[in-house]
């Protein structure tokens, strides 16, 4: 397998007929690094995660709150810095973010219909407290863009551009964004170019096939296309798959390492 990328497959969505670390250890003999989600839940050991030797590329990096609301922020800031210490134990070097608590199902816990100035204006007055967190701890957070048509309604600053315009009006290398294409697909579309503007601000780069979120190959995103694309361009980052396997497992991360390697 050779790559200009790094590779990574979320734990949380493959293998999961198997305890959490096993996944972690099933994927790193595939080549790849790993991702987890919610690392405070009781079936997550982090010390066993780490004990496996695969490297963590990212994790959950706040549990509760959001960027807008004066309780949401404390909780929103409080949680991050948990996070930020608990990233020690994997050395996970990138914690994500979204712009409000998500439920287990990723709806928001508040939904918002309408994001006024003012919120965004809370935004990026909480996001420069988080990048002083984040030098604090050595983390980077990274915020990702979520789709609003199917997955999750009502959460505020979910396009790329919204993410994009966040993170470049802090300017600092501690906040980066998480591009998943999977869900700019079913926003926006035009992900070539979106991958192009967003490029220096980038932290990681998701993927999962539309429609059904399944590994690429399975839908209507030219995955290989995107990923010469990336390559032409000079990124060399964090290519990761957050994606449920159309089969097996097995096939969906060979699958996704074939179309994101060898280019």
């Known amino acids: 397998m050779n790559s200009p990328f790094t590779l990574a497959v979320c734990a949380d969505m493959q293998f999961t007929e ?38 963590i590329e990212s994790m959950t990096g706040y549990l509760s709150g959001n960027l807008t609301d004066d309780d949401g922020i404390d909780d929103f800031l409080r949680t991050a810095e948990e996070s930020a210490i608990a990233s020690r134990t994997v050395g996970a070097p990138r914690l994500n973010i979204h712009g409000t608590g998500l439920d287990p199902h990723g709806i928001p816990v508040r939904p918002v219909e309408v994001v006024t100035g003012e919120m965004w204006a809370r935004a990026v007055r ?29 959460t505020p600053f979910s396009r790329p551009q919204d993410t994009l315009a966040l993170v470049r009006t802090i300017g600092s290398e501690r906040l980066r964004l998480n591009l998943d294409l999977y869900h700019a697909q079913i926003g926006d579309g ?54 449920l396997p159309s089969t097996t497992s097995e096939v969906a991360v060979r699958t996704f390492l074939d179309t994101f390697s060898n280019l």
């Not at 996944?23 to 004990?51: K, M, N, T, Y």
């Not at 192009?196 to 601000?201: G, K, M, T, Y």
């Open 18 to 55: 198997i305890p959490l670390t096993d996944r972690v250890r099933r994927i790193g003999e595939h080549g790849a690094r790993a991702e987890i989600w919610d690392w405070s839940r009781p079936e997550v050991d982090l010390q066993e995660i780490a004990s496996t030797g695969v490297p």
């Open 126 to 154: 909480t996001l420069t407290q988080l990048v002083e967190i984040a030098e604090k701890h050595d983390v980077v957070y990274q915020l990702e863009n979520l789709n609003l048509a199917v997955d999750h309604p009502g």
């Open 190 to 243: 035009n992900l070539i170019e979106t991958c192009r503007e967003c490029l220096p601000w980038i932290g990681e780069i998701q993927v999962a096939d539309v429609p059904g979120r399944c590994e690429p190959g399975t839908g209507e995103i030219a995955y290989r296309s995107i990923a010469r694309a990336l390559a032409d361009a000079g990124y060399t980052g964090t290519v990761a798959l957050e994606a």
